[in-house]
């Protein structure tokens, strides 16, 4: 699984991040979570505000960080 955390490295960007390593971690899925700073390849997912977290190519959030639980909601509906 490929997780992206979409965002230019602000507070709530890092926050994110940690909640979504939280969320592989309690779910045990198999899965890359990597940060994008890049503001054109931020633009290339339609996403105008961060932060924004992808799963597998798939927009889930952004502008906000959802709960922990939403998260693993998300992850488990992929695997």
């Known amino acids: 699984m490929e997780i992206k955390i979409l965002g230019t490295g602000c507070a709530k960007c890092h926050k994110l991040y940690e909640e979504t390593k939280n969320a592989v971690a309690q779910t045990g899925v198999d899965a890359n979570v990597e940060k994008v700073e890049d503001l ?40």
């Open 40 to 79: 054109d390849k931020i633009a290339s997912y339609g996403v105008f505000m961060t932060p924004a977290l992808v799963v597998d190519g798939e927009v889930k959030s952004s502008g906000k960080i959802p709960k922990t639980t939403q998260i693993i909601e998300w992850l488990k509906a992929k695997q």
